[in-house]
């Protein structure tokens, strides 16, 4: 099974990414999959918050590595 399988479908941006908006609307668009995978780490075993933190991290770790745009 592939993993991105079980995420479901991400909105793609309506706005520019100058838009004041653009940020809120990434956000409602990931919350529900940030929640689902927060949730199955729980479940899986993990400590909710170091699961975030762990995101957190991975998620800048990506971005510096510059990753942040894909072309």
């Not at 990434?26 to 999959?33: E, V």
Request: proline fraction near 4%; include cysteine; hydrophobic fraction near 40%.
């Amino acid at each position: 099974m592939d993993m991105l399988d079980s995420f479901g479908e991400i909105a793609a941006p309506t706005r520019p990414k100058n838009d004041f908006n653009y940020e809120t609307d990434c956000r409602a668009a990931l919350a529900p999959l940030v929640d689902g995978l927060l949730d199955k780490a729980e479940q899986a075993g993990w400590d909710r918050r170091k699961a975030a933190y762990t995101l957190m991290f991975l998620s800048a770790q990506r971005v510096g590595a510059g990753k942040e745009e894909r072309s």
